[in-house]
């Protein structure tokens, strides 16, 4: 019989009734103001940029931030497109370089593999909090930068913003639009580990048809990745765009999206040799074990998968945007989106070196890792490989959004305001097949009954007759939101400011799922879990303007993620957070700081104070073992500094960096080495990226990026690294103007050849080794 759970939570905070309603009482409101100036350009508008403005951003794109950066009261990063393509940047993750502290620094855990942007930002796993132009981008899949014309990074609570987010913030992909310019690029890149790529980036004006105009950007990558044997980036893409009325008040813009993917994904490569890496005693594990404390590390290229792994996405998205302007100071937008991504993978994982701790049970129940060792003899040292972990997941998304902003002014003080109305689905299902782990089953997957030992020193990856056999088992969850939205800043004088914003979510998540008990022949037993509830976040911002191009600040802001928030699946783990009988995690950040825009505005100065405080954490009962509590409490605090923009009219600089502090304020989960600082979160972090334009056409760049010491989390392994060393990469580039339709560019990475930990996994006993030095050469053409 199917088990039904429904926990309704109701707030004494109340939705607003309608945007609607606040609609129209900002155009009526708006109705004398019509002389004010206007607070911002024109919706969905592309300019042409000055030269120092490549590196600089003076706005972000969504309407929802009222006020140019330098008197926006938080950190944002933003990320051009120009940087992207002097670095050659693919992915997203790439393109996070350029901001300290945000990278993939977590591998996954036990065997599974974080696959695609497993961001972690300010502390925290930021991977559901990924939008592309405003709308919330579903699905574990590593996103391509082709269509991208920046990447913007709002840090803090961002739930006023977005609704359910990570305490960390959120990362904001802007889409390329159609413009009024006819123009025709392309790029053509080969390099290290079998690197091709190719792009084109089309925009053209439809004759007959005042201020239409369509773009198409096309990508095709086919890629190994430098350092690293068999691991295989295969993607392909298409964005079309046509938009209609380009520089007339109403607009209307399609965007369609078509991705490809199909990869050999990354399972890591075992620690043994880290610093860190030791087994337990003689006295629990035998001396046949104690031989490994001075083994060899192993070859950073080894692949210990199969040929047999894969991992395949396929993306699609469509997009419906209408803007309407009925004065310079009352402006309409409403976006509508669908959205489809189907993940499909199968990895082969290993378990080397997570050992149990030593106790009579688990000694039993362990079976040895490296089978029947020779110590004297590492080259007859093997793995055993785990059956592959298999994921077949759909994500869908229905999304419609409604925006006014409006511009006027009420005795004596001026209103920038922002009001609106979301409405969303969220859907994600999963199929179940036969996992790792169950020995009676192993024939449905290979003949020989088992994936053949890896040798430790030297994998062969070439196995095959694999079989991936579905268990019966699925699962299907569902979340539907309905939230309202108003900002506003409120300018009392030309030096003060008050910027305010608050938001209420109104979500249902309802969860659908059969599992088997026991495998391969348990019962399928189907249960439901549903949730539902009202989440209010705000955020409240002082700034004081001592100069016109500059400004000091102050934020007080909040967010909170529910039950199911990340991914709408629910579960009855006790000790998980997505369990609905659970209350919403809650995190508030302060923030003091002060930006400038300096050298005639061409360079972007920021610093940063700030402090997050999480809540609402789950921690096992000190009292009763089986009873989870929410009494844990996190906090991440730092500084932030960043300069962007240019120097000189030749001389371009990105660079940025943080100091961050962390603590687990209240809670019994500690990290690998017993402290009580949050995992994955370097201590500091520094990126830079610098350009010079020689005479000649000659272009000179380079970077540089370190990343502090690296905690990792806890499952009870013992013997395995705690944590991974600080690190310091060097990358450069050079380009070379040949003539108007055409650039030569060389990047060379990795310069020093680095051997670095770019992520670990939750027990210690895996990493994903940093990238080699490699090069690519590029042409760029324009037209």
């Avoid at 096992?620 to 089986?626: G, I, L």
């Avoid at 060389?746 to 670095?756: E, G, I």
């Amino acid at each position: 019989m199917t088990q039904k759970n429904t926990y309704i939570k109701s707030r004494r905070h109340g939705a607003p009734r309608t945007a609607g309603a606040a609609a129209a009482a900002l155009m009526a409101l708006a109705a004398p103001a019509q002389a004010q100036p206007s607070s911002g350009g024109t919706l969905g508008e592309v300019k042409v940029q000055a030269t120092q403005d490549l590196y600089r951003a003076e706005t972000v794109s969504s309407p929802k931030f009222t006020q140019p950066l330098v008197d926006t009261p938080q950190t944002v990063s933003v990320i051009k497109e120009q940087v992207l393509r002097e670095q050659t940047a693919t992915t997203l993750t790439e393109a996070l370089r350029n901001t300290p502290g945000a990278s993939t620094f977590f591998l996954g855990e036990n065997g599974s593999t974080s696959t695609g942007d497993a961001i972690y930002m300010r502390g925290f796993d930021s991977s559901s909090s990924i939008f592309v132009d405003g709308v919330r981008d579903i699905g574990a899949i590593s996103r391509d930068v082709f269509n991208i014309q920046q990447v913007e990074v709002v840090k803090g609570p961002a739930g006023t913003d977005n609704g359910r987010t990570a305490p960390s913030g959120a990362i904001n992909l802007v889409s390329k639009q159609p413009t009024l310019d006819d123009s025709f690029s392309a790029s053509l890149g080969a390099g290290s580990a079998s690197y091709k790529r190719a792009t084109a980036d089309w925009n053209k004006t439809l004759s007959g048809y005042p201020g239409a105009a369509l773009r198409l950007n096309v990508v095709d990558d086919d890629s190994g990745v430098a350092g690293r044997d068999v691991v295989r980036n295969r993607r392909r893409g298409i964005a079309p765009s046509i938009a209609f009325g380009l520089d007339t008040p109403t607009r209307v813009i399609v965007n369609l999206l078509h991705i490809e993917q199909d990869n050999i994904p990354d399972g890591g490569v075992p620690t043994i040799g880290l610093p860190g890496y030791t087994t337990p005693d003689a006295l629990a594990y035998g001396a046949r074990r104690t031989f490994l404390n001075s083994a060899a590390r192993v070859d950073s290229r080894n692949f210990y998968g199969t040929t047999s792994d894969f991992a395949k996405v396929q993306a699609d998205q469509a997009t419906l945007r209408i803007e309407h302007d009925f004065s310079p100071d009352l402006k309409l937008r409403n976006t509508t989106r669908v959205g489809r991504i189907h993940n499909d993978y199968s990895l082969t994982s290993f378990m080397l070196g997570g050992y149990p701790a030593p106790t009579a049970a688990a000694l039993t129940a362990a079976s040895a890792f490296l089978a029947t060792p020779n110590p004297s003899d590492p080259s007859t040292w093997t793995v055993t490989r785990n059956l592959p972990t298999n994921v077949n997941q759909v994500n869908r998304i229905v999304v419609n959004q409604t925006n006014v902003t409006a511009a006027l002014a009420t005795g004596g003080i001026q209103h920038d305001l922002s009001t609106g109305l979301e409405l969303s689905r969220e859907e994600q299902t999963n199929l179940g097949y036969y996992g790792q782990g169950f020995a009676g089953i192993s024939t449905t997957y290979a003949p020989a009954g088992a994936w053949p030992a890896a040798n430790l020193y030297n994998p062969n990856p070439n196995v095959s007759g694999f079989r991936r056999i579905a268990n019966g088992t699925w699962s299907k969850g569902q979340t539907d939101t309905v939230a309202a939205y108003a900002f506003d800043t409120l300018k009392f004088s030309p030096q003060w400011q008050l910027t305010g914003g608050v938001r209420v979510d109104h979500y249902k998540t309802d969860f659908d799922a059969v599992t088997q008990a026991a495998l391969p022949a348990g019962t399928l037993t189907p249960s439901s879990l549903s949730v539902s509830d009202t989440l209010v976040s705000g955020k409240l911002g002082l700034v004081f303007k001592p100069a016109h191009n500059g400004s000091v600040y102050a934020l007080a802001a909040t967010s909170a993620q529910p039950p199911g928030g990340a991914n709408n699946q629910l579960s009855a783990a006790a000790n998980s957070a997505a369990n609905p009988k659970f209350d919403p995690q809650k995190a508030r950040t302060y923030e003091v700081g002060t930006k400038w825009d300096v050298l005639d505005k061409r360079l972007a100065l920021t610093a940063a104070a700030y402090r997050t405080t999480v809540s609402n954490d789950i921690e096992v009962d000190p009292t009763n073992a089986s009873n989870y509590l929410q009494t844990g409490r996190k906090r991440v605090q730092g500084l932030e500094f960043a300069a962007v923009g240019a120097l000189t009219h030749d001389w371009t600089i990105s660079t940025g960096y943080t100091v961050m502090d962390t603590k687990i304020l209240s809670g019994t989960v500690k990290n690998a080495d017993g402290t009580d600082g949050l995992s994955y979160t370097p201590k500091s972090a520094f990126t830079l990226w610098t350009t010079y334009r020689l005479p000649f056409g000659v272009t000179v760049g380079g970077g540089a990026r370190f990343a502090g010491k690296l905690r990792r989390g806890t499952d009870g392994a013992v013997g395995t690294p705690a944590y991974t060393d600080a690190y310091w990469v060097f990358d450069a580039m050079t380009s070379y103007h040949v003539n108007k339709n055409l650039d030569l560019q060389l990047n060379v990475f990795n310069l020093a050849d680095k051997d670095y930990v770019a992520a670990i996994n939750k027990s210690g006993y895996r990493y994903t080794p940093g990238i080699a030095r490699s090069a690519r050469l590029t042409a760029n053409l324009t037209f």
